[in-house]
């Protein structure tokens, strides 16, 4: 009976051991099993837009590091959603606007009161302020707005809020104008073409599909952004850039005679919490893609890889800042 007492007690001690270490291995297994490697989600905008296919093109370029495991690249609601996504922890990477990100980071707009850590990976392309007005309206400068009916994009849009900006610059209000709708882009060009509007605003990549729609059937002017009334938008609102649209490029409207305007950057940012050496891969793959043949949307093809890294409204992130200081080619 003792002899049997002992052999259960045995047994059940071998089985309790046996079940720890188990445990232990598995434990062992899961800390050091997987490669060490980042899953990314990525940021981007509605699957209609520019950022949504930027975001498909970077996936398998960002997929080659080692130090990254997939991206996915995420249909968000853009700017405003793609910052709170990434304070929340639920992207590590995003593209944005720079005058939201602007926003963000003095915590004023949408994030009065909710500054956020915004940091950068890169520049990218420019939303271009594009004023369009009827040939035989008689504007020609952003001042002969006054009295006129004018489209300024749908209420709380980016659009809105660049035509406000500029607006301002040349001291004028809704007030000062005899119409005003809140129309988006298809809209502000069948007003247009309707007569019911003499001129609109669209802030957007060049060219724009609506305003290339519009010259095929009316004649228009673009209404240049320069001179004075660029210095002042441009002083108080550090995201605006100088920008012109060429003459002569027939993927830019082949027009007979520049425009100057101003835009307004595009910027990858990325969280705080990715680290150094992740985040500093992710950039130098980013600065050789965009040197290579292979960059498919047209958006990307406008940049001078050099440039990425000069004039941004938000911290580098000090993975990206390394990389851009052994190129070289920070300011």
Same mark, same amino acid.
């Not at 639920?90 to 939201?100: E, F, G, K, R, Y």
């Not at 004023?131 to 849009?157: H, P, R």
């Given at each position: 009976?003792?002899?049997?007492?002992?052999?259960?007690?045995?047994?059940?001690?071998?089985?309790?051991?046996?079940?720890?270490?188990?445990? *232990? %291995?598995?434990?062992?297994?899961?800390?050091?099993?997987?490669?060490?490697?980042?899953?990314?989600?990525?940021? +981007?905008?509605?699957?209609?837009?520019?950022?949504?296919?930027?975001?498909?093109?970077?996936?398998?370029?960002?997929?080659?590091?080692?130090?990254?495991?997939?991206?996915?690249?995420?249909?968000?609601?853009?700017?405003?959603?793609?910052?709170?996504?990434?304070?929340?922890?639920?992207?590590?990477?995003?593209?944005?606007?720079?005058?939201?990100?602007?926003?963000?980071?003095?915590?004023?707009?949408?994030?009065?009161?909710?500054?956020? %850590?915004?940091?950068?990976?890169?520049?990218?392309?420019?939303?271009?302020?594009?004023?369009?007005?009827?040939?035989?309206?008689?504007?020609?400068?952003?001042?002969?707005?006054?009295?006129?009916?004018?489209?300024?994009?749908?209420?709380?849009?980016?659009?809105?809020?660049?035509?406000?900006?500029?607006?301002?610059?040349? %001291?004028?209000?809704?007030?000062?104008?005899?119409?005003?709708?809140? +129309?988006?882009?298809?809209?502000?060009?069948?007003?247009?073409?309707?007569?019911?509007?003499?001129?609109?605003?669209?802030?957007?990549?060049?060219?724009?599909?609506?305003?290339?729609?519009?010259?095929?059937?009316? %004649?228009?002017?673009?209404?240049?952004?320069? *001179?004075?009334?660029?210095?002042?938008?441009?002083?108080?609102? !550090?995201?605006?850039?100088?920008?012109?649209?060429?003459?002569?490029?027939?993927?830019?409207?082949?027009?007979?005679?520049?425009?100057?305007?101003? *835009?307004?950057?595009?910027?990858?940012?990325?969280?705080?919490?990715?680290?150094?050496?992740?985040?500093?891969?992710?950039?130098?793959?980013?600065?050789?893609?965009?040197?290579?043949?292979?960059?498919?949307?047209?958006?990307?093809?406008?940049?001078?890889?050099?440039?990425?890294?000069?004039?941004?409204?938000? !911290?580098?992130? !000090?993975?990206?800042?390394?990389?851009?200081?052994?190129?070289?080619?920070?300011?």
């Amino acid at each position: 009976m003792y002899k049997r007492l002992l052999l259960v007690l045995a047994l059940v001690l071998t089985t309790f051991l046996a079940a720890c270490g188990g445990e *232990g %291995d598995s434990e062992g297994a899961s800390s050091s099993g997987g490669s060490g490697a980042e899953s990314i989600v990525l940021g +981007t905008g509605g699957t209609s837009g520019t950022y949504y296919p930027i975001g498909g093109a970077l996936k398998p370029v960002l997929e080659e590091s080692e130090n990254i495991d997939n991206v996915t690249v995420e249909s968000t609601g853009a700017s405003v959603a793609n910052i709170q996504n990434i304070k929340d922890g639920l992207n590590q990477m995003a593209i944005i606007m720079s005058d939201v990100g602007y926003d963000a980071i003095e915590g004023q707009g949408q994030f009065e009161g909710n500054s956020v %850590d915004v940091q950068a990976m890169a520049g990218m392309y420019q939303n271009v302020v594009q004023v369009v007005a009827l040939k035989d309206s008689g504007i020609t400068s952003m001042e002969d707005l006054e009295g006129k009916k004018v489209g300024v994009g749908k209420v709380g849009s980016g659009v809105e809020q660049s035509a406000k900006k500029v607006l301002e610059a040349v %001291d004028l209000t809704y007030d000062d104008l005899s119409k005003v709708t809140h +129309t988006g882009y298809a809209d502000s060009v069948q007003e247009m073409k309707n007569g019911n509007l003499d001129a609109a605003f669209f802030t957007s990549g060049v060219p724009n599909s609506n305003i290339t729609d519009l010259m095929q059937q009316t %004649d228009i002017t673009f209404v240049q952004i320069n *001179g004075e009334t660029a210095d002042a938008l441009m002083e108080k609102y !550090p995201f605006y850039k100088a920008n012109t649209i060429e003459a002569g490029d027939e993927a830019r409207y082949n027009l007979d005679e520049p425009v100057e305007t101003v *835009g307004i950057q595009n910027m990858i940012i990325v969280s705080k919490d990715l680290s150094e050496d992740v985040v500093y891969d992710m950039t130098k793959r980013y600065y050789e893609y965009l040197g290579t043949e292979e960059v498919s949307v047209g958006a990307l093809k406008q940049l001078d890889r050099d440039e990425i890294a000069k004039g941004l409204i938000a !911290p580098l992130h !000090p993975g990206a800042k390394k990389f851009y200081e052994e190129q070289g080619i920070l300011e």
